[in-house]
């Protein structure tokens, strides 16, 4: 069992975030780690979902938000330049309070315009600013955004102590190990090294390198190998500073092994937290475990009709505010994985969900039919049980 730290209660809106109470969820009051560091709390000590461009919308967190009340959530990549140039912050920034602890992750290189946008971020009640060093996209390395910084030390480095500079709140790192053709085993401890020095609060290292030439920002979730050890030998290295892992990550028992030291877990150096990502989304209900298996609450007895059941006032009112069921329901698609009915619930969101005349009803329509397929498999498999009983007694 892990403790994770209390979460902040922030708000939706550009108002004071100072002097905010604290909100303690179940137990937790600690951090993951028993970490001795002068760090601020943030997501580097925590159980986190990643940040997923065109995924992790304000949608998806609100949806994820009913299944745990601790994971730290991300935004999606937002960039500097949308943000300062793009004339509308609500769209940008804006978020639902219920979402919190969120942390707004921004694309840029340019210190100055990078401690703006934080200041804002922090203005607009997000938990901790998070900047993008592990995107592999070739659309944001010619502005000097993502992978590609890792390239750049020092630049990085001066960004990072110009936003800690700016906001009160953490400001942490997202990178890989490394890219293309650099030595990672190298290269990677000179750049924590300098962001270790003007005082980063915490990385999530993704445990890949990043291809920035031949490989599509997809091939790059997968193809290049997973080094997980280096991850760790870095948190050896760097003691007091926070360092959660990413990347390749496929259930709880995997995750938790790398919290753990040997021999409960594989590793001599435990990291501080845990991020996954596309397993989260192809696989949401994930989520209905981690408030108790990295948090210490009760086991969760919600359901997956209860979550639904939940969503239903805010797609209403999504609805009612002239939004499209679509926007809402795209983010639910697994939130049957692996039931009886899965399938089914998957293909008539996808099929009628788009369509103008879309509406809760659409969704309760959908939950009918698992709910049916659920029961019909049951009763065949009870029918069966009894038919074999039948053919043994005789």
């Given at each position: 069992m892990f403790r994770f730290a209390t979460i902040v209660d922030n708000i939706i809106t550009a108002k004071n975030h100072k002097n905010m109470p604290l909100l303690t969820s179940c137990n937790s009051s600690k951090p993951l780690a028993e970490i001795s560091t002068d760090r601020l709390e943030n997501s580097a000590m925590h159980f986190s979902v990643a940040p997923m461009l065109d995924w992790t919308d304000k949608h998806c967190r609100y949806f994820y938000r009913t299944m745990t009340q601790n994971s730290w959530l991300y935004s999606e990549m937002v960039t500097t330049g949308a943000i300062i140039y793009g004339d509308n912050l609500p769209r940008f920034l804006g978020f639902n309070p219920t979402e919190d602890p969120v942390v707004l992750q921004l694309g840029g290189s340019n210190a100055q315009e990078l401690a703006h946008c934080a200041?804002?971020?922090?203005?607009?009640?997000?938990?901790?600013?998070?900047?993008?060093?592990?995107?592999?996209?070739?659309?944001?390395?010619?502005?000097?955004?993502?992978?590609?910084?890792?390239?750049?030390?020092?630049?990085?480095?001066?960004?990072?102590?110009?936003?800690?500079?700016?906001?009160?709140?953490?400001?942490?790192?997202?990178?890989?190990?490394?890219?293309?053709?650099?030595?990672?085993?190298?290269?990677?401890?000179?750049?924590?090294?300098?962001?270790?020095?003007?005082?980063?609060?915490?990385?999530?290292?993704?445990?890949?390198?990043?291809?920035?030439?031949?490989?599509?920002?997809?091939?790059?979730?997968?193809?290049?190998?997973?080094?997980?050890?280096?991850?760790?030998?870095?948190?050896?290295?760097?003691?007091?500073?926070?360092?959660?892992?990413?990347?390749?990550?496929?259930?709880?028992?995997?995750?938790?092994?790398?919290?753990?030291?040997?021999?409960?877990?594989?590793?001599?150096?435990?990291?501080?937290?845990?991020m996954l990502g596309r397993i989260i989304y192809e696989q949401p209900f994930l989520l209905n475990e981690v408030d108790e298996r990295y948090y210490g609450c009760d086991k969760s007895t919600k359901t997956r009709k209860e979550v639904v059941n939940e969503m239903l006032p805010y797609i209403e009112q999504h609805l009612d505010n002239g939004g499209k069921l679509i926007q809402i329901t795209r983010h639910m698609l697994g939130l049957f994985h692996g039931l009886p009915g899965g399938r089914m619930w998957r293909r008539y969101l996808s099929q009628n969900a788009f369509k103008p005349e879309a509406s809760t009803q659409t969704v309760v329509d959908a939950l009918c039919m698992v709910e049916n397929e659920i029961q019909r498999m049951a009763e065949q498999k009870r029918q069966f049980e009894n038919d074999k009983l039948v053919s043994n007694e005789s």
């Open positions: 200041k804002l971020g922090q203005e607009w009640g997000y938990s901790e600013i998070n900047l993008n060093v592990g995107c592999p996209s070739d659309r944001v390395q010619n502005n000097m955004i993502g992978a590609c910084l890792m390239q750049h030390p020092q630049i990085l480095a001066e960004a990072v102590d110009a936003m800690k500079q700016s906001v009160d709140i953490p400001v942490t790192v997202k990178c890989r190990i490394g890219v293309d053709d650099q030595n990672e085993q190298e290269e990677l401890f000179t750049l924590v090294d300098k962001l270790n020095q003007v005082g980063v609060d915490g990385l999530v290292i993704h445990a890949r390198k990043a291809w920035l030439q031949g490989l599509s920002p997809k091939d790059n979730r997968d193809v290049p190998p997973l080094n997980y050890d280096l991850v760790h030998a870095v948190k050896h290295q760097f003691a007091t500073l926070p360092i959660a892992i990413n990347g390749g990550i496929k259930s709880h028992t995997q995750a938790i092994s790398h919290l753990e030291s040997i021999p409960a877990g594989n590793f001599d150096t435990p990291v501080d937290g845990v």
